[in-house]
């Protein structure tokens, strides 16, 4: 059974710190791993998409990575803002198909 | 350019009763899926539907049945809802299964 783990579970930075969030799951045989930013009391929005034959993606600030072998994947954000603050969720799509959730990471980004 | 939309986006239910959640997605996407969230654990899935007439169990399936009515559209029942489902149930579509997923804004359910 595919298992997702995020930590840290909350992280609170000083504004323009650069911080990596991390996500590991248990069962390599992945087709891709997506990212997510959820707002409170809102819905998921998807960040980045990366395939199980790729090694990173980017998006403006935002860079993840993914070690399929070791079952590790990071999210890095670059120079961290306000608008930042908000929960991190890392999914894992099995070859079953289905879409697997880690529990997220509550980032706060201080003024 | 809707993408997938759910309704109701709030509901209150007393114990017993049931409803059907409604999901639909204009993206001609294949998969689709119906996840719960609860405070401290995530989203879980529920159930997953990888093509029209298809569906797979999720999981946290117990207490719900879901129909894949036709390739837009994925529908969740509660048949007798219980204080222990209430949730924010979010529904998600993707082209295929590698694809970018992408998720509805969400329905608040309470059960009294």
């Known amino acids: 059974k595919q298992e997702v783990t995020q930590i840290p579970a909350a992280l609170s930075v000083p504004e323009g710190e650069n911080l990596v969030l991390n996500c590991s799951f248990t069962d390599s045989a992945i087709y891709n791993l997506q990212w997510f930013r959820q707002d409170p009391g809102k819905g998921l929005t998807s960040l980045l998409l990366i395939q199980s034959s790729q090694r990173e993606q980017t998006s403006g600030r935002l860079n993840a990575s993914l070690d399929k072998s070791s079952g590790r994947s990071t999210l890095y954000i670059a120079a961290s803002q306000p608008g930042d603050s908000a929960t991190y969720l890392c999914a894992v799509r099995n070859q079953g198909g289905k879409l697997i959730f880690g529990q997220g990471t509550e980032l706060s980004v201080k003024p | 350019n809707a993408g997938v939309t759910q309704t109701p986006k709030f509901q209150v239910l007393k114990t017993g009763q049931s409803m059907t959640l409604q999901c639909a997605q204009d993206m001609n996407h294949n998969s689709m899926y119906w996840y719960r969230q609860d405070p401290g654990m995530g989203l879980r899935l529920i159930y997953y539907s990888a093509s029209e007439g298809t569906t797979d169990k999720g999981e946290v399936p117990n207490g719900y049945n879901v129909s894949r009515l036709n390739k837009r559209e994925f529908s969740l029942r509660l048949e007798s809802a219980a204080p222990s489902q209430t949730s924010v149930y979010f529904c998600?579509?993707?082209?295929?299964?590698?694809?970018?997923?992408?998720f509805g804004q969400g329905t608040r359910l309470t059960v009294v």
């Open positions: 998600a579509s993707s082209r295929k299964d590698n694809t970018e997923a992408f």
